[in-house]
């Protein structure tokens, strides 16, 4: 099996309903995405981790169905968030980019998801579902674009892509900004991936007994590298500053992931949630001292340590642990949440994910995707079955057999003309066919990104 080994000593595995008896407090399950931000692919214990220790991210995930080829739609935060959120292909809509200051030849007023989109917030709202969102939401500043504004009863957290974990004075810097909540005169910040824990477990705990969606939008281990002495005392061992302080960030996550598991067990509605964990996007390698190990890339580019993340889903009243193999994206769970509360989809959604449930019940030969397609700024990228052909500006196509080269070490284009022409066209028909894009960040990126494809990438585990 050349599959990329999920370190969970997992057995062949046939998802089939589990025999749990319903703790639901509502019929609906709850839904939680509990989403972390720029972490390593191999930064996880479930995902091959030694030198970071997650213990409850890992028992999530040795309790729920792993993913080992789940997706994100971009290689940075604010379009794979838009996809997220919309289960639409961001690029469908326009939203190529991060968000930055627009270009003058922008509109402002359009510098966010577009408000014709649904969010998973919209569509739970119709169900009868209250929505929170804690933490980062990056997907516009303006009015319009307010999570309130976007199917969510409450946010606690700030609009933009970041923010300091201590708490600073406010001097209109943009990790500075004040915390915003329509529920609460928000608390001076502890320790931001704390204060963000209290919130969620305080969230589960007030709506306990309706049915719930909560978007745990976490910033770790994202910029600025910022952690608590006694978190940092526990990595001291690792002499690089930049990965101790890395591997300190990750570890608090752990640690308020487990909180919010364990207020899940104590309100009796653990079983009956549906509980997702991935990453918005690969590891910035360097920038942050993630690992994306055994995936080479990094944060804003389409090889797989950009765009192949982390990826749980568990769901123990209804779903069996274990690991799927086959191709997903985070495109898939606006739609599976639909369906798992009751909902309808239709043609008319134009959802570019899939409900996932069937193929996790029946675990049969049948994908659900049969290709997978990328575009962010200079780069596309399309997967088919094993396959992964990637286009760039400034070379030819390059093409991988991720079943036998998970790591794309061996370019094997030249030896398969018919297969890089036919994924050209099918790629090709795709980017033409898409609107035109709402808002540009700053030329200097294109540049960076086609660098960040000449550059070698850690492709194993740090020793300690
Ligand atoms: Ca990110």
Not at 116 to 145: C, M, P
Not at 260 to 280: P, R
Request: some cysteine; proline content about 5%.
């Amino acid at each position: 099996m050349n599959k990329i080994k999920v370190s969970i000593a997992f057995t062949f595995l046939i998802l089939t309903f589990a025999n749990g008896h319903s703790q639901s407090k509502s019929e609906n399950p709850n839904f939680i995405i509990i989403l972390a931000d720029d972490l390593g692919y191999g930064d996880v214990g479930f995902t091959g981790s030694t030198q970071i220790k997650t213990p409850h991210i890992d028992a999530l995930a040795s309790g729920g169905v792993v993913f080992s080829d789940g997706y994100v739609s971009a290689p940075v935060c604010a379009p794979s968030r838009a996809g997220l959120i919309t289960g639409r292909n961001q690029v469908n809509f326009g939203y190529d980019n991060n968000l930055s200051e627009p270009l003058p030849q922008f509109n402002k007023e359009y510098s966010g998801l577009p408000i014709e989109e649904k969010t998973i917030a919209d569509r739970l709202s119709e169900l009868g579902y209250v929505n929170g969102i804690i933490g980062k939401w990056h997907l516009g500043e303006e009015e319009q674009f307010h999570p309130l504004e976007r199917g969510f009863d409450e946010f606690w957290g700030y609009l933009g892509g970041g923010h300091n974990y201590f708490q600073t004075e406010f001097k209109g810097a943009k990790y500075d900004r004040p915390i915003i909540s329509n529920y609460k005169k928000p608390q001076s910040i502890t320790y931001l991936t704390d204060d963000k824990g209290d919130e969620c477990v305080d969230f589960i705990r007030r709506h306990r007994d309706e049915p719930f969606f909560l978007y745990a939008s976490f910033n770790a281990p994202h910029a600025p590298m910022q952690a608590t002495e006694a978190d940092l005392k526990l990595y001291a061992h690792i002499k690089d500053e930049k990965r101790r302080t890395y591997a300190a960030m990750v570890h608090r996550l752990d640690v308020n992931i487990g909180r919010m598991i364990k207020e899940l067990k104590t309100q009796d509605i653990h079983d009956n949630t549906v509980i997702v964990f991935l990453s918005d996007n690969g590891g910035p390698d360097t920038n942050n001292g993630s690992i994306n190990a055994p995936f080479n890339g990094r944060k804003g580019i389409l090889l797989e340590g950009g765009i192949r993340v982390p990826f749980v889903l568990s769901y123990p009243e209804k779903l069996k642990s274990g690991v799927y193999d086959k191709a997903v994206t985070s495109l898939d769970l606006a739609p599976t949440f639909v369906a798992l509360a009751g909902g309808e989809i239709t043609k008319n959604d134009n959802f570019d994910g899939v409900n996932l449930f069937p193929y996790l019940i029946n675990q049969g030969t049948e994908n659900p995707h049969e290709t997978l397609m990328w575009r962010f700024t200079i780069s596309a990228g399309i997967r088919k079955g094993n396959w992964k052909l990637v286009r760039l500006p400034d070379r030819l196509p390059l093409l991988y057999n991720l079943d036998k080269d998970p790591s794309e070490q061996n370019n094997v284009a030249s030896e398969n003309n018919d297969l890089v022409q036919s994924m050209l066209k099918e790629l090709g028909n795709w980017d033409v066919s898409t609107p035109h894009i709402l808002f540009l960040e700053g030329s200097k990126w294109r540049r960076n990104q086609l660098d960040l494809y000449d550059k070698s990438y850690q492709l194993e585990q740090p020793k300690n």
